[in-house]
């Protein structure tokens, strides 16, 4: 394996002339896209400063001016024309970071590019070789708080607009607890109008606040549509009625559950977050999806996948420490490892599981029958939905 490059932080000069010794514009996904200026009278001078320091020049080229080396190249072509775009989100109450990563080819050993635009500054910060383990680290890093051993463990489905709902359900049960202790009020009643829910949530995202569920779920998940309006509200809380996990009584008001209220205190406010998206370029809404919400006492599991019936969908698991574990460290593996999977939702129990959608029930993969992805034809393991090298949905998905 070779080294790695170094990292390179540079100005918006030294971008243009990285740009033009790498040749060719940058595509329409291209993170580079706008930065790049044929008229720029910087691309026509030698390259200087950091650049010309680093070991990302390999020679001279015509008229003098140095040439980018092989693995230069091939990182600018990763930011240039990428196939596979990676977004990392770590999160807590101090602070926020997104990580953006591109790739020519797949979720691949040391093919991953970040990318940083610094505009304040006007610098630009590029790290490539990155590998999927490294994603997988810093997730473990982050979550991993301690071993959670106990807790909330169930697994539901839910259409993502009945489950930015349900968030909002949970935000609500989790304001009249604190409301509560500010009055000193030992008796609390959760119930609650479409109205007052309504506002509530629009109190949360116009603060955007992303301490709140309600407002962390579409931050999260930037690719899927989680906009409600409140002609809507009232039908998604009927819906959410009929799944079991609200009482709706004769006065028009909603009641959540017990599993509700306690999952609100469990989760709400969650000590950290974050989430790892692996999407494939030529298909908007086309890859590996899963955000992470560690509360006080148990983890969130979220899993965007796209639905039989045109929705998308999102499936909410919560697992021990454990589980979270294993699942933190099986993205990180390159797609052609192979590892004995124990699927999230075993040995728990569904909530209202008659409820849930239907869906295919799968047998387990032997090593006779190996899986391979539908499209590029990648080895795959057991238990993926979703190919790992370019991100197509496998056929057998149900909704």
């Known amino acids: 394996m070779k080294a790695a490059l170094q990292p390179l932080n540079i100005n918006g000069q030294e971008l243009s ?44 080229g015509q008229q003098g001016i140095s040439s980018l080396s092989v693995q230069a190249r091939l990182a600018m072509r990763a930011l240039q024309h990428p196939k596979t775009s990676v977004q990392l989100v770590l999160g807590d109450l101090q602070e926020i970071l997104v990580t953006e990563m591109y790739s020519a080819g797949g979720f691949q050993d040391d093919e991953l590019v970040i990318f940083t635009e610094r505009k304040a500054e006007n610098r630009y910060v590029i790290r490539p070789g990155v590998s999927p383990g490294q994603v997988s680290d810093a997730l473990l890093e982050h979550l991993m708080i301690g071993p959670r051993l106990d807790g ?51 109190e949360i995202q116009m603060g955007d606040d992303l301490m709140w569920l309600s407002a962390l779920l579409p931050y999260l998940f930037p690719n899927l549509e989680f906009t409600v309006s409140e002609e809507k509200i009232s039908g998604l809380l009927d819906e959410l009625a009929g799944m079991g996990y609200l009482d709706k009584r004769n006065d028009d008001l909603y009641y ?17 977050f974050g989430s790892c998206a692996i999407r494939q370029m030529e298909e908007e809404l ?13 983890n969130l599991v979220l899993e965007a996948a796209p639905g039989t019936d045109g929705q998308h969908w999102l499936q ?18 390159p797609e052609d490892s192979e590892i004995e999977e124990t699927p999230i939702q075993e ?40 190919c790992t090298k370019c991100g197509h949905q496998q056929s057998e998905r149900g909704g």
Do not use: Y
């Open 17 to 60: 002339q990285l740009l033009l010794l790498a040749g060719g514009k940058p595509g329409a996904v291209s993170p580079l896209q706008g930065l790049f200026s044929e008229d720029d009278a910087a691309m026509r001078i030698q390259p200087g400063g950091v650049l010309e320091k680093s070991d990302w020049l390999d020679g001279q």
């Open 152 to 202: 909330l463990e169930f697994a539901l489905p839910l259409p993502s607009k009945a489950a930015l709902v349900f968030c909002c359900v949970l935000d609500w049960i989790h304001t009249l607890r604190l409301l509560s202790k500010l009055q000193n009020d030992r008796q609390i009643s959760f119930a609650f109008t479409p109205q007052a829910l309504w506002q509530r949530a629009m």
């Open 347 to 386: 040995e728990m129990a569904p909530v209202k599981e008659e409820m849930a959608p239907a869906r295919e029930e799968k047998t387990p993969v032997s090593a006779e029958k190996q899986r391979f992805c539908t499209k590029c034809g990648a080895a795959m393991r057991p238990g993926v939905k979703f």
């Open 286 to 298: 086309t890859g590996f999806h899963l955000a992470f919400v560690v509360g006080v006492g148990t």
């Open 256 to 272: 959540p559950n017990d599993f509700v209220i306690s999952l609100a205190d469990a989760l709400v406010p969650m000590l950290s």
């Open 316 to 333: 909410l698991t919560a697992v021990n420490g454990i589980e979270l574990s294993k699942l933190l460290f099986r993205i990180g593996l």
